[in-house]
């Protein structure tokens, strides 16, 4: 048998497609919501301290005035006027760096320091100029605009020559600062920074947290393929507890779930008849993945194809399968095993459609599952049911948690990995399936769980013949039995995929 393939997921670089990362982002925001709440909270009262303890409030005082040459007008539009002030315009930042009208005014004021900031701008192709002073203090702010109205000409005088400003308006004392944070500022800027907080670690979580979105996200890391994906199923509530069950012959089951467990019976059957096998095993890395809904789903597919079907729950520590189909059953695969029970009594069948069903409601104690499971005859057990039932199929718990996975893999066939879609890192995965590997059983492949319903997910070209492992048409080689995968041989010359799927 081909040795398990593999690759080192760490050394692979880190490709996640866009639409992958914004389902991803989606999941992550479902799940962290209260945290967008939290820190949009912290943001308002940082916001809130900020006004509070640090938030220096500033005045501004201005005017504006025309410049005149001369004692002309001050209206006058002259060609020596316009120079005049073009070159007020071009030389009042210089005047203001140089310090020598902000000693003129200290001087002017009777101050050892001016703490205020001075700036000028002027109207271009006019003779209109504004004058602005900035200061923490008011009065200051006001004072030192009307020194430097008063005092400018006779700076500017031996640069430009006499001038005169005509005042035009000015605001006066400032009654409210320039840099003033209102009620909604304050909301809006703290909401706002903690989102942004937020979004920042979204991002960084969403694309740094490595786990499984598609089958092309494992096709980097091992050969083993894809059979099918199946669509978050979204169940309207009911009073009766029973209409709650997820099994594809109730009607509050999506025909996209039912859709997605024909292709997966589709592809599964065809490779077990390709090698005349009949047991097989659905397992996950750990739990909370949907192994037994996807198990119970599957087999009761079987059966309504019109195979005879036994389902067996093995996992005897938390048995679950009887409470998807609505049983209670006190005997299970435990007693058949301990020889309390025939196989005929233990089961129970569901309805009409050929499904048999061992499953027990109460758990077995701990100490003796490993025994029971590690017996050789379980496998005595599966081999003379093979004689009565075209198909079975055995839900155990989770690979990566126990070891009860691994014992009943090596009695069957093949072995089908449950993935639930964005739920556990790649590494796990890969760890999961090397643990089956060395049961020495092949991997019938791997099922991506409760994907998320995005555009295009559903058709031909998502669950259908072109996306999920056919070579040119999806096809892999890897010998007679394709490594861990099936490795089907392409279809012949005049055949199309889709009529070698239904094959």
Aim: glycine content about 10%.
């Amino acid at each position: 048998m081909r040795e398990y393939e593999s690759r080192n997921v760490e050394s692979d670089e880190n490709k996640i497609d866009i639409i992958q990362g914004i389902v991803k982002g989606w999941k992550c925001f479902k799940k962290t919501w209260w945290l967008l709440l939290i820190l949009a909270a912290v943001g308002v009262g940082i916001a809130g301290v900020y006004r509070l303890f640090f938030f220096k409030p500033v005045y501004t005082a201005s005017s504006s005035f025309t410049v005149g040459t001369n004692g002309e007008s001050s209206s006058a539009n002259t060609y020596s006027t316009q120079i005049t002030m073009e070159q007020m315009s071009a030389t009042f930042p210089y005047i203001l760096e140089s310090g020598a009208l902000r000693s003129v005014v200290m001087e002017d004021l009777g101050l050892t320091e001016l703490d205020a900031d001075i700036t000028a701008s002027a109207l271009e192709n006019t003779s209109l100029f504004q004058i602005s002073v900035t200061s923490s203090d008011p009065d200051l702010s006001y004072n030192v605009l009307q020194s430097v109205i008063n005092n400018y000409p006779q700076v500017a005088r031996y640069i430009v020559g006499n001038t005169s400003l005509t005042l035009l308006d000015t605001t006066g004392v400032p009654s409210a600062p320039s840099n003033s944070i209102g009620k909604r500022t304050l909301l809006a800027c703290g909401t706002g920074g903690g989102a942004l907080v937020y979004l920042i670690i979204l991002i960084i979580f969403s694309y740094t947290r490595r786990t499984v979105m598609s089958g092309d996200n494992l096709k980097r890391y091992t050969n083993v393929e894809c059979v099918g994906t199946v669509p978050q199923n979204y169940m309207k509530r009911r009073s009766n507890k029973n209409n709650q069950l997820m099994l594809i012959d109730r009607r509050t089951t999506t025909p996209s779930f039912t859709e997605a467990m024909n292709t997966l019976y589709i592809r599964s059957s065809r490779r077990l008849k390709r090698e005349d096998q009949k047991v097989f095993v659905i397992t996950s890395a750990a739990e909370g993945e949907g192994k037994s809904t996807i198990s119970s789903n599957l087999a009761l597919t079987y059966a309504m194809k019109g195979h005879k079907v036994l389902l067996i729950d093995g996992d005897l520590r938390h048995p679950s399968v009887g409470e998807k189909f609505g049983m209670q059953n006190d005997w299970g695969f435990d007693s058949v095993l301990r020889e309390e029970k025939d196989l005929e009594e233990a089961v129970c069948a569901y309805k009409d459609t050929g499904l048999d069903i061992l499953a027990g409601s109460r758990p077995v104690n701990q100490n003796r599952i490993a025994s029971l499971l590690g017996n050789q005859a379980v496998r005595e057990k599966l081999d003379a049911w093979r004689e009565m039932y075209d198909y079975i199929i055995i839900d155990t718990p989770p690979c990566g948690i126990l070891q009860d996975a691994s014992f009943l893999a090596s009695y069957s066939d093949a072995v089908l990995m449950v993935i639930r879609q964005d739920y556990q890192p790649v590494n796990r995965v890969i760890a999961g399936l090397e643990l089956l590997a060395d049961t020495g059983t092949r991997i019938l492949g791997y099922v991506i769980n409760n994907e998320a319903m995005t555009f295009g997910s559903y058709g031909y070209g998502r669950y259908g013949y072109g996306n999920y492992g056919y070579g040119k048409y999806g096809y892999h080689k890897y010998g007679k039995y394709g490594g861990y995968g099936y490795g089907e041989s392409r279809p012949e010359d005049g055949q199309s995929a889709a009529e070698e799927e239904d094959a």
